[in-house]
């Protein structure tokens, strides 16, 4: 009998405050207006479509977040929802090279900033190297065989990801507190 394998990987849901999370907040009606994945529960490593230069929001492309990283190192009072998936090993090992594979070419993507308009107008925009965090995320969730979102990758918006039938919500609050929580609270046993 074969063993399968099963691995957890993490769906971030994040709000930091920022003039541009408060508009998609405002424009969706839903707390998050970011998210990110990560393959490890510490979160010291989330992949996203975001500021490159926290500082600036007009720079942005793909990036590499953590807790205590680039714009949440600035933004202490991020609030934020973790979510939990389990997926078999291969699915896993998919989607880390699907991440690799645009991480090695992350100077050809670009933020779309015009789907953030079209999107939620209902607009079908599809561009070639261009995502937003909730495409991104979408499109390498299914590029490795996880169907969780029963649309178009790049239709999806960060609150498709809000209660999604299929995750499970380990943590709500303070981005800054969720390693503590962890640490209080092991997450495999809740």
Known sequence: ME???MRKIYIVSTYTGTV?????RTITRKPYSHISISLDDSLDTMYAF???NPKN???AGFVEEGIDKGLYEI???TICRVY???IDDDKYEKLKANINKIKSVKSLYNYDLLSLIAIPLGLSRRPEFGYVCS???ADMLSKSGIALLNKPFYTVQPN???????LTLEYEGLLRDYNKFRATYSIDTI
Request: aromatic share 10%; charged share 20%.
């Open 20 to 24: 541009l999370a408060h508009l998609i």
């Open 160 to 166: 498709d990801f809000y209660n999604l039938k299929g």
């Open 3 to 5: 063993v399968i394998v």
């Open 50 to 52: 975001g500021r490159i």
């Open 84 to 86: 939990s998936l389990e």
């Open 75 to 77: 933004k202490k009072n």
């Open 57 to 59: 929001p007009l720079v």
């Open 135 to 137: 495409t991104f995320a």
